[in-house]
C-alpha cells in the first residue's frame, strides 16, 4: 500500500517561500507521474503541478513562474518550491499521483501540509 508523507508548510508572509517535500513509499513512485494538490476549506483537491516520469512539468495558471516542482527517484521524493508567495495560496498541500478528474476519488491522501500565507 502507497503511504505519502508531506512536510515543509508553515506560515509565511507574502512574499515569502516555502519548499515542501513529500516522501513516497512503495514501488509506484518511479513509475507515475506525480502532482501537488491544494485543498482549502469547502473545495475539493485542485491540482497545482505536476511531473511526469521524465521530468516534464506542467503548472495551474495561478502558481506558473512562482512555483518548481521536482523530483528525485533515488529517494522516492518530490517537491514543490514555492516563491512569491500570496494569501491565496494558503491552504493544505498534499502530493499524490496525477490521475484524470474524474479518478480522483479513488485516491488516497495522506496528512498533507499547512500553508497559510499572511498579508
Known amino acids: 500500500q502507497v503511504q505519502l508523507v508531506e512536510s515543509g508548510g508553515g506560515l509565511v508572509q507574502t512574499g515569502g517561500s516555502l519548499r515542501l517535500s513529500c516522501e513516497v513509499s512503495g514501488s509506484f513512485f518511479s513509475l507515475s507521474a506525480m502532482g501537488w494538490y491544494r485543498q482549502t476549506p469547502g473545495k475539493q483537491h485542485e491540482l497545482v503541478a505536476g511531473?511526469?516520469?521524465?521530468?516534464?512539468?506542467n503548472y495551474a495558471d495561478f502558481v506558473k513562474g512562482r512555483f518548481t516542482i521536482s523530483r528525485d527517484s533515488s529517494k522516492n521524493t518530490v517537491y514543490l518550491q514555492m516563491f512569491s508567495l500570496k494569501p491565496e495560496d494558503t491552504g493544505a498541500y498534499y502530493c499524490?499521483?496525477?490521475?484524470?478528474?474524474?479518478?480522483?476519488?479513488?485516491?488516497?491522501w495522506g496528512q498533507g501540509t499547512q500553508v497559510t500565507v499572511s498579508s
Open positions: 511531473i511526469t516520469t521524465s521530468g516534464r512539468t
Open positions: 499524490n499521483f496525477v490521475v484524470p478528474t474524474t479518478s480522483m476519488s479513488r485516491l488516497t
